[in-house]
């Protein structure tokens, strides 16, 4: 048996449908890319047949990425498969991931079929997604919880009628760890064609538990983990990929066994994914929060100055954060900015070097210094700025006291247009959103508003993240800028392109051209 472990990341498909705000196509895409930085060996895209925005979305990521697999979940019925495989038909290759559920309380109360009807229909669909590829995906949903002698039954007639990979969910994330590990062991043990297809967990998070438990299936012999950036997923979320790769990474000693993760790339795909997903990380997570490497006590500090490892059992630098202390000033080149930027593991068509110069001789001469981290979130910022967006900022003004109001005069770009508006609002805010709406003539309103530091000290640039409703749907802006007043407006138009977006999409779906 191979001691390589297959990277499935689901961040896409688990992780995404578990967002308050669906991501853009164009977000799906940048977090594809960064997955295929990563190394992943398969991205779940999405679940084609859910919406066109899925199918879309599915379909130009497979045409786009060419260094990981992508592939396409469908429930055991055909019209799934036919969706999937339409969508992803557009790559050389491609895996489609069949499921159904194979508990007693699913099978009995949520699809009302006798076990020997969800066996017929799993082989049926096995069947039918071989005619599209010779990578398919099986998989047991909630088999944390299937009698073990339906398992296996279900595991070999799967692994019969043509699946390549069967994958053994937690579903619901109750199983411990031994009772995990001796699933898989039983499999392992009982199936007669087991050696024909790879095993594969996916492991909630509801206990705490989901790394853990893929841990003791690969070491009882899967040889494929289902996983998310930052742990994401429905619930309390997924197995997190960044934890389960440093475990097999820093523990090879134990565990001999490895993956295709470029480790460096974690710390930047985790804060890409946080982003635009607007799930923060909370500082103490493992590996990835802002924590996972900084030493508070002195005995550690004491111990970290004299000997690294004495607290420290993996470096900053092997999950891509950079511990350069050079000094970025206004006075500092395009070529250092350059060179910071390859350091940090950027490639030089990944930005635009002349606007990220531009941005960054800006902010220079506002903080003075600045720093790795502030490089980053301009990337990622010029990056959200679509060359197309229809809505642009070009002149704010607030003033605000103590009083209760507020006053604000915007003035946006609106396509070849430009138009002002003033309007007063209980706070600031507020009055920028009541002026942008006016000129949109959408009439967004805000549900959730969230300010955040990029970096440490009074001059750290603010990000602000807005959830807003528009007819019924949920939109996520976001805003950066040195003053919060302005990442604010920022967030409000970038909110207002996303909906005239939708609106293009939907237009086009109407007249029958989509
Ligand atoms: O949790 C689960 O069982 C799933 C399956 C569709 C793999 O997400
Ligand atoms: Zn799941």
Request: proline fraction near 2%.
């Amino acid at each position: 048996m191979s001691n390589n472990v297959i990277i499935f990341d689901t961040t896409l498909r688990d992780g995404e449908q578990a967002l308050q705000a669906s991501l853009t196509h164009r977000e799906k895409m940048q977090i594809a890319f960064a997955l295929e930085r990563l190394g992943v060996d398969i991205i779940e895209a999405g679940f084609p047949v859910s919406s066109p925005g899925d199918f879309k979305s599915v379909q130009s990521i497979a045409r786009e990425i060419k260094n990981s697999r992508i592939a396409g979940l469908a429930r055991a019925i055909d019209k799934d498969i036919d969706a999937a495989a339409e969508a992803l038909k557009v790559a050389d290759a491609f895996r489609i991931h069949t499921f159904i559920a194979t508990s007693t309380i699913h099978v009995e109360h949520k699809l009302r079929m006798s076990f020997d009807d969800v066996v017929e229909m799993a082989v049926r669909a096995v069947k039918r997604a071989r005619n599209y590829t010779d990578d398919v995906e099986f998989s047991c949903e909630d088999a944390g919880r299937t009698p073990i002698d339906d398992l296996c039954r279900m595991v070999e007639s799967a692994i019969t009628a043509g699946a390549t990979t069967v994958n053994i969910p937690d579903t619901v994330g109750y199983t411990v760890p031994s009772e995990f590990g001796g699933i898989i062991e039983a499999l392992f043990n009982r199936v007669p064609n087991i050696d024909k297809a790879v095993i594969s967990v996916h492991c909630h998070d509801d206990l705490g538990l989901s790394v853990a438990n893929s841990i003791a299936a690969v070491q009882a012999g899967a040889r494929q983990i289902e996983c998310t950036i930052n742990g994401l997923g429905e619930r309390a979320g997924n197995c997190s990929l960044e934890e389960v790769v440093m475990i097999m990474n820093t523990r090879a000693d134990q565990l001999g066994l490895t993956t295709h993760i470029n480790s460096k790339e974690i710390h930047r795909t985790s804060t890409l994914v946080a982003n635009l997903c607007n799930m923060p990380v909370q500082a103490n997570k493992a590996i990835v929060g802002s924590n996972a490497f900084s030493h508070s006590s002195g005995i550690h500090q004491d111990g970290v100055l004299k000997k690294q490892d004495t607290y420290e059992i993996m470096t900053p630098e092997t999950v891509g954060l950079s511990t350069n202390k050079l000094h970025l000033t206004s006075r500092s080149g395009r070529h250092v900015i350059r060179h910071r930027m390859e350091d940090l593991g950027y490639a030089k068509d990944d930005y635009d070097i002349e606007k990220l110069y531009e941005n960054f001789l800006r902010l220079a001469d506002k903080k003075g210094q600045v720093f790795d981290y502030d490089l980053e979130a301009l990337v990622l910022f010029e990056n959200l700025a679509d060359e197309d967006d229809y809505y642009k900022l070009l002149s704010l003004s607030v003033q605000s006291g103590t009083d209760d109001c507020a006053t604000a005069t915007v003035s946006l770009q609106s396509g070849e247009d430009s138009t002002i508006e003033a309007a007063i609002g209980i706070g600031p805010v507020d009055s920028i959103c009541k002026c942008i709406n006016r000129i949109t003539g959408y009439d967004v309103s805000i549900k959730d508003f969230k300010v955040a530091s990029t970096s440490q000290g009074v001059d750290a640039m603010g990000q602000v993240n807005i959830m807003a409703d528009w007819n019924g749907r949920s939109f996520h802006g976001m805003g950066l800028a040195t003053d919060i007043i302005r990442s604010s407006a920022r967030a409000l138009i970038h909110i207002a392109n996303d909906i005239r977006r939708s609106q293009q999409v939907n237009q086009l779906r109407n007249s029958g051209k989509e």
